[in-house]
């Protein structure tokens, strides 16, 4: 590496004898550049030591980090977990003709003015191809979160199965940059990780991690925050989906939201989906059709 010296020469012996042995070699290891008049040196020198610098300036950069062995040893390229996933998804959403689950809703906030907690009991019910129905079997604690948080978040749901915003909220390229970014081994096996960021802005699309069974290539967990704040008094929020295997169909299992308030208090709401019922429109009529989440009743 080329060491330079920056400002005047320090006075010795037989000064110029050694300038003249230095600059006579071909093999030049320092540059006094105190010594330089710029205005005097002709271009190809001073060109010299600008690229020099240079050199040791692009040196000094920090490398970027080679991609981890859990990247490089995936079978499957992004593009074709990608392709895999919306493939399996269309086949699962065509044989899927009906649902019938129990969701318990409950959210926590502790924070200014005052601690509030609400919990919901819901009966939901899906139809093919794309109608939700919701009957609330019991509600407690606070009728503010009741009325303003979980009734919103039912209508919210209802209107996302309207075809242009089901079809703007997948989970492909359209509405995505996808990087694969893990291959991974779980409880369910290997699983590819994928970051997802949205094209475009909206309450119902988010960035973060999404993990793919390596084998059904369905979705089975989530780490994401949306993609724009929901509310003026939220400073921030995260929420983390998982998902599980009811027949031959990855539903959900359990939800968590966490958001903190701008007034200094933090919002937990959790959903829990119990008593799975599922048609499969694949499966004869007088096979069993009902399953419930493994350990619930």
Known sequence: ?????????????????????????????????????FGKTTAPLVLAAITLIAWVNVLAQPVAPALPPSITTAPLSVDQVVNNLIRKDAERAQALRHYQATRIYHLSYRGFPSDHDAEMIVEATYDSPSTKRFRIVSQ?????????????????????????????????????????????????????????????MSKYVYRGKVWVDATDFAVTRIDAEPARNPSFWTKRSE????????????LPCRNESVSQVRLG?????????????????????????????????
């Open 1 to 37: 590496m080329q060491r330079f010296e920056i400002g005047p020469k320090k006075a010795g012996p037989n000064t110029a004898d050694l300038n003249r042995s230095e600059h006579s070699r071909t093999d030049v290891t320092r540059i006094n550049l105190g010594q330089i008049d």
């Open 140 to 200: 407690q604690g606070s009728k503010l979160i009741v009325d303003h948080v979980f009734k919103r978040l039912l209508q919210s749901e209802e209107e996302a199965t309207e075809p242009e915003i089901r079809d703007n909220m997948m989970l492909n390229r359209s509405n995505y940059d996808i990087a694969l970014v893990g291959y991974e081994s779980s409880g369910h096996g290997k699983q590819y990780v994928l970051y997802v960021t949205p094209k475009e």
């Open 239 to 250: 929420f983390h989906h998982e998902y599980m295997k009811v027949q031959d169909f990855w």
């Open 265 to 297: 208090g933090r919002a937990t709401l959790t959903i829990e989906y119990r008593n799975y019922h599922v048609v499969d429109s694949r499966v004869s009529l007088n096979a069993p059709t009902a399953a419930s989440a493994p350990g619930i009743r």
